[in-house]
Nanobody
Framework: QVQLVESGGDLVQTGGSLRLSCAAS????????MGWFRQAPGKEREFVAC????????SYADSVKGRFTISGDNAKNTVYLQMNSLKPEDTAVYYC??????????????????WGQGTQVTVSS
């Protein structure tokens, strides 16, 4: 299996930036699709971004497109989420996830097989 550990969450002001990291270990890490999800209090866990590792192709939710960037470093077995121009509505626990190839859906939490513990991001107004 794959083990995932997120880090980098913090309290920031509106307009600030954070970079989240997801350190992965396990077999065949580079063959997995890596995703970022977030969950705010009282809401469902929602898709933020994912990275198709073989081609390095990213995909983003409309709500973060143009502000967030997902990237990976295979040498370090780490996936990043660079978050710029943060808004209060970005406040949530952010989770890193890994999906086996040919998942039912890379844009749903139900399509992922392994999850990190989450890291809190709070954006104050």
């Amino acid at each position: 299996q794959v083990q995932l550990v997120e880090s980098g969450g913090d309290l920031v002001q509106t307009g600030g930036s954070l970079r989240l990291s997801c350190a992965a270990s396990g077999r065949t890490f580079s063959t997995y699709v890596m995703g970022w999800f977030r969950q705010a209090p009282g809401k469902e866990r929602e898709f933020v971004a994912c990275l198709f590792q073989n081609g390095g192709i990213p995909s983003y939710a409309d709500s973060v497109k143009g502000r967030f960037t997902i990237s990976g470093d295979n040498a370090k077995n780490t996936v990043y989420l660079q978050m710029n121009s943060l808004k209060p509505e970005d406040t949530a626990v952010y989770y890193c996830a890994a999906a086996r190839p040919y998942s039912a859906s890379y844009y749903s939490r139900f399509g992922y097989d392994f999850w990190g513990q989450g890291t809190q991001v709070t954006v104050s107004s």
